[in-house]
């Protein structure tokens, strides 16, 4: 069966440090990938999706960027990380392009002071 | 420009007591309309997926039903474990494959 791993479950990091965050999929390969955030009380919102190893699509213009090394891993990185980007972030799977089912994992609850 | 929104933000009910939750889209040529659930601290977990207006589907003590402007998550006779916040997503074309546009959510809380 499929599963989905992301840590750390919990990071607090000053304004201004450096950023990673990786998730990593089990039991299936050329997943598509995807990483979302969530603020309170508001929607997901789709940071970045790859359909293969080194592509990379960004939906939204920030202080992020996203990497795949290898198949079935993700990376969610920053150079220097802003207050704003505080928040919920989830890593998500599926089967194919067309197929919009997605498995979630665990997610990491970034708090930036 | 896709939007979703649903309603009510927050909902308390007295275990057995049925109830609905909305959710309202606006999608340029809808390909599917999805139900998740959400624990606090967890990511989402899938429930449903609605393709067609008049379509439905049903898990344990959830109904979900789809029309051309709204879906509704009919909860009935619901137990405390229902308690979490329930996600309503719409796909939408992008680049490559499909987006999901999501709303805000409305958080359950069934007390016993």
């Known amino acids: 069966s499929q599963t989905i791993h992301q840590w750390p479950a919990t990071l607090v990091q000053p304004v201004g440090s450096p950023l990673s965050l990786e998730c990593t999929v089990e039991g299936t390969s050329n997943p598509n990938l995807y990483w979302y955030r969530q603020a309170a009380g508001r929607g997901l919102q789709l940071l970045f999706y790859?359909?293969?190893?080194?592509?990379i699509s960004s939906e939204v213009p920030q202080n992020l960027s996203a990497s795949r090394p290898q198949d079935r891993q993700f990376i969610l990185s920053s150079k220097k990380l802003l207050l704003s980007d505080s928040g919920f972030y989830l890593c998500?799977?599926?089967?194919?392009?067309?197929?919009?089912?997605?498995?979630f994992g665990s997610g990491t609850q970034l708090s930036v002071l | 420009e896709d939007q979703v929104t649903q309603s009510p933000e927050a909902l308390r009910l007295q275990e057995g007591e049925s109830s609905s939750l909305n959710c309202s889209y606006t999608?340029?040529?809808?390909?599917?309309l999805f139900w998740y659930r959400q624990d606090p601290g967890k990511g989402p977990e899938f429930l449903f997926t609605?393709?067609?207006a008049g379509e439905e589907k049903e898990k344990e003590r959830l109904k979900a039903t789809l029309t051309k402007k709204e879906s509704f998550l009919h909860i009935t006779a619901p137990k405390p474990e229902d308690s979490a916040t329930y996600l309503c997503?719409?796909?939408?074309?992008?680049?490559?494959?499909?987006?999901?546009?999501f709303g805000a959510g409305t958080i359950l809380r069934v007390k016993s």
């Open positions: 609605l393709y067609s």
């Open positions: 998500a799977w599926s089967t194919s392009a067309t197929n919009e089912k997605l498995f």
């Open positions: 790859s359909v293969g190893i080194g592509q």
């Open positions: 997503a719409v796909a939408r074309i992008m680049e490559y494959g499909n987006k999901l546009v």
């Open positions: 999608v340029s040529g809808l390909r599917g």
